[in-house]
């Protein structure tokens, strides 16, 4: 299985500012990658998909990037709607898998 | 709109089968293909299987001796089955519509809210 490892898992921020967030495959998934949001009280909203491509609805300020095993979510100009618990998955292969979030906080 | 919707029992013994369902609206089982995810409490996602827009279906190799999934069309339902349960399989359950039509792409668009699923006796 392909293992996905998040980093970091914990990151405070303050509207304005500009974060990152790593996550690494153990293998290469060439540039399948899809990022995802979490907060409490609404379903899980997909962000990113292969890699780098924003789904409908995903505001400008989120962009991703990388390939192979390296990817990076990069969400600029924060807004209070942006703190959220953030998950990649990799789509290359089966079984599917999703890295271990990272918790984005107001500072 | 597109929503899903899990239900099924929030308490399952260990060593009982969990049964869920997934009630769909807003577009097609034969078009879309379903897939469940879940998350124990404090850890990460997992990727449980998928019934594709065909019928076929697909599990994760470390369930798939306890897991099956399966449909019912005419209901807009999507069911899964987990023997064998254990307090690990503690939870929250989720089930996801795959963004791709026809061909899947295995990532995932519209998620529902979850149903907790707590194994003990």
């Known amino acids: 299985d392909v293992q996905m490892t998040q980093s970091p898992s914990y990151l405070a921020a303050s509207p304005g500012e500009s974060v990152s967030i790593s996550c690494k495959a153990s293998k290469s998934i060439n540039t399948y990658l899809a990022w995802y949001q979490e907060k409490p009280g609404k379903t899980n909203k997909l962000l990113i998909y292969?890699?780098?491509t924003l789904q409908s609805g995903t505001p400008s300020r989120f962009s991703g990037s990388g390939s192979g095993t390296d990817f990076t979510l990069t969400i600029r100009s924060l807004e209070p709607e942006d703190f959220a618990v953030y998950y990649c998955?990799?789509?290359?292969?089966?079984?599917?898998?999703f890295g271990s979030g990272t918790k984005l906080e107001i500072k | 709109q597109v929503q899903l919707k899990e239900s099924g029992p929030g308490l399952v013994q260990p060593s009982q089968t969990l049964s869920l369902t997934c009630t769909v609206s807003g577009f097609s089982l034969t078009s879309y293909n379903v897939h469940w995810v879940r998350q124990p409490p404090g850890k990460g996602l997992e990727w449980m299987g998928r019934?594709?827009?065909?019928?076929?279906?697909s599990y994760n190799s470390a369930l798939k001796s306890r897991l099956s999934i399966s449909r019912d069309t005419s209901k807009n339902q999507v069911f899964l089955k987990m023997n064998s349960l254990q307090t690990d399989d503690t939870g929250t359950y989720y089930c996801?519509?795959?963004?791709?039509?026809?061909?899947?792409?295995?990532?995932?668009?519209?998620w529902g809210q979850g149903v907790m699923v707590t194994v003990s006796s």
């Open positions: 996801t519509r795959d963004l791709g039509r026809y061909y899947g792409y295995n990532y995932f668009d519209y």
């Open positions: 019934m594709r827009y065909n019928g076929d279906t």
């Open positions: 998955q990799q789509h290359n292969e089966y079984p599917l898998t």
């Open positions: 292969s890699g780098s």
